[in-house]
């Protein structure tokens, strides 16, 4: 269990994750899962299908005799 050895004052802002970095000092970085939702753009579902259309069509092979 961990114990509390000195208290800073850093004021914590949502959305941003705070831990103590190799050289000692406090940082922070944004959570991925904080602030705003992305939304999905038009350009990236049309790539998604036109890259399965293109897997869907297979060269048939000739047979040789």
């Known amino acids: 269990m961990a114990q509390k050895v000195l208290r800073c004052g850093i004021k914590k802002e949502p959305g941003y994750l705070y831990f103590i970095d ?3 000092d406090i ?3 944004k959570m ?3 602030g ?3 939304k999905k753009t038009a350009a ?3 790539n998604a ?3 399965a259309k293109k897997s869907s069509n297979k060269k048939t092979s000739k ?3």
């Open 27 to 29: 940082a922070r970085a």
């Open 63 to 65: 047979k040789k005799k």
């Open 36 to 38: 705003k939702k992305k």
């Open 22 to 24: 190799k050289d000692g």
């Open 49 to 51: 299908k036109k890259a």
């Open 44 to 46: 990236k579902k049309s």
């Open 32 to 34: 991925a899962r904080g």
